[in-house]
């Protein structure tokens, strides 16, 4: 199930299940957007990207949505393992130039019970 | 691919003391590095924008004077918390982004620099 804690909320799954990560963002006119994962102790992890001209781009195993409507995003990880274990980030990007910061979200804990 | 290494990967020092991270691009050059801090159970915070040859950018709120940052090269930028005091401890991460004509690249990141002041 999910829960929301003071700053992180976590979702927990059993290993084999798939996890759905949820993430809005907040700027209208942000054209790309990444999934990182991060690890305990460790910087943030490239997982999936995706442009705002598309609503669903897939990888190995992982599967992102874009809802531009709603300004929602969302991961999707098929076949969870106890190795996906870690805290999950969305980021937006807010123009083409590669001056531009990235925008984090607050990120989720995925916690996977074997 | 894209590498991005943070040295060193973990501080401990007593208050005063001022602390010097590197962030290395190793297999490209970055014209524009970014620093952030995460704070426990927290997201990353841009703290400012790194610039090769000229000034950093700063967010909001993050005082220039005290976080010094040096992009002397398009391979190195360097951050300095300067008089660290406890609550400057933080994990502080930096990425950057390979050059090309293609837009929208992904960020990499070091693997961070945990800073802990006494």
């Known amino acids: 199930g999910e829960s929301v804690g003071l700053h992180l909320p976590t979702l927990s799954v059993q290993e084999g299940d798939n996890s759905i990560i949820n993430c809005a963002y907040s700027?209208?006119?942000?054209?790309?957007f990444i999934w990182y994962k991060q690890e305990s102790g460790k910087g943030p992890q490239f997982i999936i990207d995706?442009?705002?001209?598309?609503d669903k781009r897939q990888g190995q195993r992982v599967t992102v949505l874009l809802n531009k409507t709603v300004k929602h995003l969302s991961l999707q990880i098929a076949a969870t393992q106890p190795g996906d274990s870690a805290v999950y980030f969305c980021?937006?990007?807010?123009?083409?130039?590669?001056?531009?910061?990235?925008?984090f979200g607050k990120g989720t804990r995925l916690s996977v019970i074997a | 691919g894209a590498v991005v290494s943070q040295h060193p990967s973990w501080v401990i020092c007593k208050s005063g003391t001022s602390v010097k991270i590197e962030c290395r691009s190793l297999?490209?050059?970055?014209?524009?590095m970014f620093w952030y801090r995460q704070f426990p159970k927290q997201s990353l915070m841009l703290m400012a924008t790194?610039?090769?040859?000229?000034?950093?950018?700063?967010e909001q709120g993050v005082e220039k004077d005290k976080f010094l940052i040096n992009h002397a090269s398009l391979t190195l930028s360097t951050l300095t918390v300067t008089s660290a005091h406890p609550e400057d401890s933080s994990f502080y991460i930096c990425?950057?982004?390979?050059?090309?004509?293609?837009?929208?690249?992904?960020?990499?990141f070091g693997d961070g620099t945990r800073l802990s002041i006494l």
């Open positions: 990425s950057a982004r390979p050059p090309g004509v293609k837009t929208n690249q992904p960020q990499h």
């Open positions: 700027n209208s006119a942000s054209d790309y």
């Open positions: 995706i442009r705002s001209n598309m």
């Open positions: 980021a937006e990007n807010r123009g083409d130039s590669g001056n531009t910061p990235l925008v």
């Open positions: 297999d490209f050059q970055a014209t524009t």
């Open positions: 790194s610039n090769e040859g000229s000034k950093a950018t700063y």
